[in-house]
Nanobody
């Protein structure tokens, strides 16, 4: 059973930065693509960023391109989300997601991230004040 534990959320002013971490355990890290989703109050959970296990391939939602950076440390089975130039509209609960991808579809650019698939962490709240 995959377990994901997020940390690093909090309250920050507009223009500030936060770094989220997600520790993966329970299965073989290299068989999974890791991603971050977020869910604002009253809205659907949406994709933010994704990465393959080695960190060689990344993907971002248009709304965060140029501001957020996803990275991974395969020695520590951990994925990070560095969030810079935060805006009030980034306020949400952020969830780590692990998608079973032994064929390497993420690395090949053929993985479509879905809020209905994979394993989830408990979520961490990010609040950006104006």
């Amino acid at each position: 059973q995959v377990q994901l534990v997020e940390s690093g959320g909090g309250l920050v002013q507009s223009g500030g930065s936060l770094r989220l971490s997600c520790v993966f355990s329970g299965r073989t890290f290299r068989n999974y693509a890791l991603g971050w989703f977020r869910q604002a109050p009253g809205k659907e959970r949406v994709f933010v960023a994704g990465i393959n296990w080695s960190g060689s391939t990344t993907m971002y939602a248009d709304s965060v391109k140029g501001r957020f950076t996803i990275s991974s440390d395969s020695d520590k089975n951990t994925v990070f989300l560095q969030m810079d130039s935060l805006k009030p509209e980034d306020t949400a609960v952020y969830y780590c997601n692990a998608y079973y991808d032994p064929e390497g579809r993420m690395e090949a650019g053929g993985l479509e991230w879905s809020a209905g698939a994979g394993y989830w962490g408990q979520g961490t709240q990010v609040t950006v004040s104006s």
